[in-house]
């Protein structure tokens, strides 16, 4: 198994993308070609959960094979218990369980130990188990829902930091994940640097399209702005 070594993430990237939208990061990247970037079926597991931004940490199940999904494999040196001691402070884990709906892949010891840890949150296409103890963990956790069986019940743990999909997205370990009421949007790591310098731009753009907005303006020739709009932007910088 050929796994990755986690990198770090810039604390002032981490500040960047913690003030822009999702919205915003999918509208650059839709700009530049890249549509695949909304992990699908990933909901917070609560109301409330913080912004969450980090280095993608990547965990992967295979559909169950009855010699090998049993809870003897809990104990594996390939075990999602391994995983998480891998896992540094600040990442982001990215579990890539097909979208299986009928066994939880972390219950909250799991979760409890991430959280000590240091993880930034969990991402998956797949459900979560032991959903009053996870919650009383506090790890922020982006899920398609809860099941009571365990995760041997329907899936298998085959690798982690390995490029796995997760709710139709490619995810390489170390691309950005940013999370927020909108879902979880990856970054592709090559990409980070770019979108750094242009989403808050962005922002300020459509901030100022809002007040125009407010203030009785149509949508046709502002929103995109046309040139007209765009040199009224550029004055109201300066102001």
């Known amino acids: 198994m050929m796994q990755t070594k986690p990198l770090p993430l810039d604390p002032k990237i981490i500040e960047v993308l913690s003030s822009v939208t999702n919205a915003t990061l999918t509208t650059l990247m839709l700009k530049k ?68 709906q009928d066994a939880g892949i972390f ?3 799991l979760c409890q130990r991430m959280k000590e840890r240091g993880v930034a949150g969990l991402v998956t296409d ?29 899936l298998t743990f085959v690798a982690w930091q390995e490029p796995i999909a997760c709710g139709g997205v490619a995810v390489f370990p170390n691309d950005v994940i940013v999370i927020d009421n909108d ?29 125009q907005v407010k203030a009785g303006a149509a949508l046709p020739g502002l929103y995109p702005p046309n040139e007209e709009n765009k040199a009224r932007y550029e004055k109201s910088k300066k102001i």
Request: glycine share 10%; charged share 20%.
């Open 33 to 100: 070609g890249i549509r695949k970037v909304w992990i699908k079926g990933s909901k917070p597991i609560q109301a409330g959960q913080k912004k969450v931004v980090g280095r993608a940490f990547t965990l992967r199940f295979v559909p169950a094979r009855e010699d090998l999904a049993t809870p003897a494999a809990w104990a594996s040196p390939i075990s999602t218990r391994a995983a998480i001691e891998d896992m540094p402070a600040g990442c982001v884990a990215v579990v890539d369980a097909m979208g299986i």
């Open 126 to 154: 797949g459900v979560m188990r032991d959903i009053d103890g996870v919650l009383q963990t506090g790890l922020a956790v982006w899920c398609s829902g809860v099941a009571a069986p365990a995760s041997v019940t329907s």
């Open 183 to 211: 879902g979880a949007v990856l970054i592709p790591a090559d990409l980070v640097d770019e979108l750094v310098q242009l989403a808050p731009e962005q922002e300020r753009l459509e901030n100022w399209i809002m007040e």
């Open 107 to 109: 219950g909250d010891i």
